[in-house]
């Protein structure tokens, strides 16, 4: 089992940077799959991007590719998300998942406004 922190998130003008981090506890984080999803009010919570566990992995909604990066320290037992060129539709509760075999795990998720 592993719980996942979320940190990171707050104001930023459009046009700014963020990192989102999400911390795991528990044993063998480097074999899980991690992902960040968000959820704006009123919508689906939907992907944003995912890493393997081996860093050569990753994927991106097709919307922040670009502007998004996800990366995994895994001696820190950490993923981060690496947010530029942010734009108010990408302003959403951001969650962060992992996953090994069966259900996810979910984080509480970190909150990201993203100001015109």
């Known amino acids: 089992q592993v719980q996942l922190v979320e940190s990171g998130g707050g104001l930023v003008q459009a046009g700014g940077s963020l990192r989102l981090s999400c911390a795991a506890s528990?044993?063998?984080?480097?074999?899980?799959?991690m992902g960040w999803f968000r959820q704006a009010p009123g919508r689906e919570r939907e992907f944003v991007a995912a890493?393997?566990?081996?860093?050569?992995?990753?994927y991106y909604e097709d919307s922040v590719k670009g502007r998004f990066t996800i990366s995994r320290d895994n001696a820190k037992n950490t993923v981060y998300l690496q947010m530029n060129s942010l734009k108010p539709e990408d302003a959403a509760v951001y969650y962060c998942?992992?996953?090994?075999?069966?259900?996810?795990?979910w984080g509480q998720g970190t909150q990201v406004y993203v100001s015109s």
């Open positions: 998942m992992g996953q090994r075999y069966g259900s996810p795990y």
């Open positions: 528990g044993r063998a984080f480097s074999t899980y799959a």
């Open positions: 890493i393997g566990w081996s860093t050569e992995n990753t």
